[in-house]
């Protein structure tokens, strides 16, 4: 399964017996797929964590990834995956604050 819009508030996380269950929410931008590429699933997860905010901790976090691909072929290279998705969400962040400072540049110069 791939998620384009995948971000905090389209998942659901349960406690069920002890064990962590996730439910995805807002269907409209689910692509099922028998086999997603090691790409789709960095990228899902990146754009999920550059949504969650900073006070949100690292534990948790972890906690979700390593429930995210247990089940997974993607869990041996779970190092590589968490390696490569940090560095996306770097990009991303950084790319969406390029974009936030533009536009209030653009929001100033039309002030004056």
């Known amino acids: 399964m791939h ?6 508030e389209n998942l659901l996380i349960k406690d069920e017996d002890g064990r962590a269950r996730i439910y995805f929410l807002d ?5 099922f797929k028998r086999c997603v590429s090691f ?3 960095v990228k899902n997860l990146a754009q999920l964590a550059a949504s969650l905010p900073y006070c949100f901790p ?7 990834f390593l429930t995210y691909v247990k089940d997974s072929p993607f869990y041996v290279h779970r190092k590589e995956l968490l390696l490569r998705t940090a560095g996306m969400t770097s990009k991303r962040i950084a790319r969406w604050l390029r974009i936030y400072r533009r536009g209030l540049r653009t929001l100033e110069e039309a002030r004056r």
């Open 3 to 8: 998620h384009r819009d995948m971000k905090g």
């Open 39 to 41: 790409y789709r699933v």
């Open 58 to 64: 690292m534990q948790p976090r972890l906690r979700f």
């Open 27 to 31: 269907f409209d931008s689910v692509r």
